[in-house]
């Protein structure tokens, strides 16, 4: 599907051997679903057999495309601090006991696996390395408790229905996070000084919407706006693909104005993998659509040509990612570099709340602004290595979910894309995957799964790729 297109190379391609390959590759069934570990959810399901017919599972659903609104209003309007710090985990307990009650266990995955590996390695370095016992189960906690909203999650849905259902919520919030953000634009919310550079004056504002910060919010953009662009080919009737194209046209303005350079690549990268699977003629229409912004926005011409400038290299050696990523190297050098600094001692919110250490001329508390740096400088080699090695599964299978859901585009190729993708899952599943690979290429530049909210999105929406390939019933 990666290299659908038409005319005689096209047929060249599907008589191939790497065609024949793609597919096998695509179509293998995960190993887990015939493994001990499933075996153990079945005997589990025997055990709690009942059948609630209330829709509560749709209910939690709901409430979880609803994740940070709920979050912004519980801790900045309701004024319940007690509610504000335990009212997540109160919702993970409710998603657990909805499972019970509906009795879904033996939905397994090799990614749910590699997920617990990494749990229990960091759980096991938590136990290990823990100078300071005061920060290291919160510095663990904060690194891998949102993560079990994917185990949630898969075993919620119990139709496409419900899982499209999920994907529209979900980028129906950040949609109107968007219209809030370009209001933010028009009436220049003041922002921290911080925020932009000296030679960055021309930048009159930076919008945030309810998330308050800029790249958190335009990482939230990168992973919804592939979804709601699915929406141009997935939907049927003209005046609902010109909806969305308004909608997607929307979001994208709107990124613009975080003027978040690593959600800017985020986007790219979203926007190359989704041309790949459903329409290449994308990537000439974003090539354009950025040539006519950097000409008539030449604010974001000076965010970016900054960049390549002798100030930058000096603001970012004197206080900026490189300064902070060589610190986190000395840090993790200074240590077992298998092990790492400990977790909760340097590089996260964690950290920064607590400072058990006295700020020198060559220390001082920092985000690095790198989710694999903050993970590799606090947990060490073993931590950065249990996660890479769940986005590889990830990865894996993204690209077989999207692979297996939906209808082959080969039978109808001669169509256009924007007509032969009606109706067909395929599309969907492409826009959850390339904005989840987005958010990924953005962990490079920042510390998005630092943001609860971000963390559960992400694993949660895995969650959903995975259903379609993989638990969905053909007659859903």
Known sequence: MLLSGDGALQDKYEESLTCKCWDSFCSKEDPASTSCYRKFFIWLEKIFDRSLSWPVDKIVCFLFAFYLPISYVIRNFLGIDILASVWEELFICGGIFVIYLKGRFDRVSSLEVALLLYIAGCLLLCMINRPYPAVAFPGFRAQVEYIVWFFIMIRLIDSKNTARFIIWLFAGVVFVMCLHGIYQYIVAVPVPENWTSQSEMAVRTRVFSITGSPNIFGDLIVMAAPSVAALIYYCKKPWEKFAALCCTGIMCLCILFTFS????????????????????????????????????????????????????????????????????????ASGNKWLGFGFGRYGGAVAMNNKLLDATEDFDYFYLDNYYMKTLVEGGYIALILFLLCIVVLLIYGVRSCHRSGLSFKSERSKDPLFRNSGNDKVLCAGVFSGLCGVLVHCYFENIFEETYMMAYFWGLAAVLIYFGYFSKEDD
């Open 261 to 332: 350079k690593g959600a800017w690549v985020g986007l790219m990268v979203a926007v190359l993998v989704f041309a790949m699977y459903c329409d290449k003629r994308l990537l000439l229409a974003a090539a354009g659509a950025i040539a006519v912004v950097l000409a008539a926005v030449p604010s974001i011409v000076n965010r970016i040509t900054y960049l390549f400038t002798s100030d930058y290299q000096e603001a970012t050696l004197r206080g900026g990612r490189a300064m902070r990523w060589n610190l986190g190297q000395n840090l993790l």
